[in-house]
């Protein structure tokens, strides 16, 4: 390697791609906090994020080019940055006399899910640093 040379995994491809991801169940685990933390707010009506789109988020990676690059060379990607959306949550079929709409057992199932995902993708991503680090090792 070059002396100076760093490699930032959270801008090459899939790495990008992950850690959005991962991004997403956070903020996605406020939101959810919220509605449990409000289920006693009169009117208060729950929200969720738009789901994670993995291809829109991989159809918005732009080409970035090498700066002094020569015509051999591969073209890098930059993802562009986006936040997360509010989407809408669906009609609720239970509603607190209060006018208040969160089901806990339902909320409680979506963080439980989020957790589940959010845990794959971290896996995942210490999978991929792993063979990574094996891939750049030298043999003994």
């Known amino acids: 390697m070059e002396k100076g040379f760093a490699m930032n995994l959270k801008d090459s491809g899939i790495f990008r791609l992950m850690s959005d991801k991962m991004a997403w169940h956070n903020q996605r685990q406020e939101v959810l906090s919220k509605n449990i933390s409000n289920a006693d707010t009169p009117e208060f009506r729950p929200h969720d994020l738009v789901q994670f789109d993995f291809k829109k988020q991989l159809r918005e990676t732009a080409r970035m080019p090498l700066a002094g690059g020569e015509s051999g060379h591969l073209a890098g990607t930059i993802v562009s940055k986006t936040g997360f959306k509010d989407g809408q949550e669906r009609n609720p079929y239970e509603t607190a006399p209060a006018g208040n709409a969160v089901v806990l057992e339902e909320q409680m199932m979506k963080v439980g899910q989020n957790a589940?995902?959010?845990?794959?993708?971290?896996?995942?991503?210490?999978?991929?640093?792993?063979?990574?680090?094996?891939?750049?090792?030298?043999?003994?």
């Open 116 to 140: 589940m995902e959010y845990q794959t993708v971290t896996n995942l991503y210490r999978k991929q640093v792993g063979m990574l680090k094996t891939a750049l090792t030298p043999p003994r």
